[in-house]
């Protein structure tokens, strides 16, 4: 399943980096791209564990820029 989400306060492309390769390492995470410009991350998952790797995906965000939210 492939889903796009808007990000709140993503400060700077080199965290959307970060985020875009942890989010990548997740298991059940077949592709994800987090763009800066646009604010906004697409995520291709496993569907029947999409809600529990997207809470994954939320923590990681939160590691790398606690200010970012991303809306679902």
Avoid: W
């Avoid at 994800?32 to 990681?60: C, G, H, N, P, Y």
């Amino acid at each position: 399943m492939k889903k796009k989400f808007k990000m709140v306060d993503l400060d700077c492309a080199n965290c959307a980096a970060k985020m875009e390769n942890a989010i990548r390492k997740i298991d059940g995470v077949q592709d994800a791209t987090v763009s800066f410009m646009s604010q906004r991350l697409t995520v291709e998952a496993d569907d029947s564990r999409f809600e529990e790797i997207l809470d994954q995906i939320v923590k990681v965000c939160k590691k790398v820029e606690p200010d970012c939210q991303i809306v679902r």
